[in-house]
T-cell receptor, first 114, second 115 residues
Framework: AQKVTQAQTEISVVEKEDVTLDCVYETRDTTYYLFWYKQPPSGELVFLIR??????QNEISGRYSWNFQKSTSSFNFTITASQVVDSAVYFCARRGAGSYQLTFGKGTKLSVIP | DTGVSQDPRHKITKRGQNVTFRCDPISEHNRLYWYRQTLGQGPEFLTY????????KSRLLSDRFSAERPKGSFSTLEIQRTEQGDSAMYLC?????????????FGEGSRLTVL
């Protein structure tokens, strides 16, 4: 199986601190897609971003930024100036080009303390 | 509310009973997915439909599991002869085939507890 590894099980930060969530993936595909999803306490997974394997440009969206490095098979996610509402479980996932199956990591539980 | 809806939200059953979950996707979405999530784990893919055709099935989907999407709209996931190991959250998601983000829209899930 082509795994997605999120080594950080739980992270706690104080509000306004920056935090980076790590994601390392395995793939045998030439073309693949990487995703981040957020799962707040309500349970509903919310899409944050998709990156294509052929596009290593980093992306920033408000307080969120993503660093994609094919050389290290990593797709890390940084939240700048964290807020209490960022508290959730964050999942990294990958999908090969020939499949619609998402493979998720085990998730990182982020707690932002006021 | 026009999101993905799942029913029931919670189901408690005894081992050996059959259970059925229903998913209503976002109305214009032609793709529908089922995932299973156990405590402390990420969602695991079960199956995928494009319209009414079931195009991908995970090895996790044993012969006790069956999923249908008869008219390409709502879907059902049935588990026969439930086992305690089937206890999990069953998540449904849908997407639009022409979307260039590949975004899946998830429902809130159906939690199954097998006693």
């Amino acid at each position: 199986a082509q795994k997605v590894t999120q080594a950080q099980t739980e992270i706690s930060v104080v509000e306004k601190e920056d935090v980076t969530l790590d994601c390392v993936y395995e793939t045998r595909d030439t073309t693949y897609y990487l995703f981040w999803y957020k799962q707040p306490p309500s349970g509903e997974l919310v899409f944050l971003i998709r990156r294509n394997s052929f596009d290593e440009q980093n992306e920033i969206s408000g307080r969120y930024s993503w660093n994609f490095q094919k050389s290290t098979s990593s797709f890390n996610f940084t939240i700048t100036a964290s807020q209490v509402v960022d508290s959730a479980v964050y999942f990294c996932a990958r999908r090969g080009a020939g499949s619609y199956q998402l493979t998720f990591g085990k998730g990182t539980k982020l707690s932002v303390i006021p | 509310d026009t999101g993905v809806s799942q029913d029931p939200r919670h189901k408690i059953t005894k081992r050996g009973q059959n259970v059925t979950f229903r998913c209503d996707p976002i109305s214009e979405h032609n793709r529908l997915y089922w995932y299973r999530q156990t405590l402390g784990q990420g969602p695991e893919f079960l199956t995928y439909f494009q319209n009414e055709a079931q195009l991908e099935k995970s090895r996790l989907l044993s012969d006790r599991f069956s999923a249908e999407r008869p008219k390409g709209s709502f879907s059902t996931l049935e588990i026969q002869r439930t086992e305690q190991g089937d206890s999990a959250m069953y998540l449904c998601a849908s997407s639009l085939g022409t979307s260039n983000t590949g975004e899946l829209f998830f429902g809130e899930g159906s939690r199954l507890t097998v006693l």
